[in-house]
């Protein structure tokens, strides 16, 4: 039976050469040890049995030798590919995570024009909010300012109606006491004025109208 059938197909490398080597100097330095005992034995007709139970032994040996070389190598083999696989894996990953690095990087500087948008947004925001004070004390001042003019214009129309009715009482007073004295005469006949104050005494009447009817005669 051909135990070495299987090595064929196989490239055995310096290391498994060197350990079948040494294995075959070891079988025959055996060999030649049962040799030389069974030459210096007293016993001479066990001397071929003995050495062929040593042969048959050391071809045992051998046998289970060359059974677990090629078991190993096997067993090398399929690790190699393993290995290959694993690699294979290990480069997918690999451009996997290259290309997440990139997209990180990308992501990274998208971040920082984010960050210095959101600073200037920020300053913007701070400037907004110093217009946005001195805009409120304006405000406030106008509207002190309104509210003072609003009390000044109220007295004001107070007086300017106080100051109306007084006029009005004393020309009609006048007018009526002394009707030949009276300044104003009409375009018509150059005759003076005359005016019922039970017509034109009237405390709520509009001055525009007053002066209106009574001074300022077409």
Known sequence: ?????DLSPL????????ILLFDTVLLFAAVRMLFSKSEKSENKPKKFTRFFESIKNRFGLVKILTYSYLKSR???????????EVVEQLTVK???VNEL???????????TQLTQHIIDLNSVVEGLKKENSGLNQLWKQSSSENSFLSE???QLMNYCTSLTRSLRRNFLLNHTLAPNKSPFTSSVDNQPL???INESLELNEPAEEFVKK?????
Do not use: D
């Open 194 to 196: 005359t005016v019922s």
């Open 101 to 111: 690095l990139t997209q990180v990087e990308s992501l990274t500087e998208t971040q």
């Open 214 to 218: 009574q001074i300022f005669v077409s």
């Open 152 to 154: 000044k214009n109220t």
């Open 1 to 5: 039976m051909n135990y070495f059938y």
């Open 11 to 18: 490239t055995p490398s310096l290391t498994t050469m060197g």
């Open 94 to 96: 690999g451009k996997k």
């Open 74 to 84: 096997k067993q090398i083999k399929n690790n190699a590919k393993l290995q290959l």
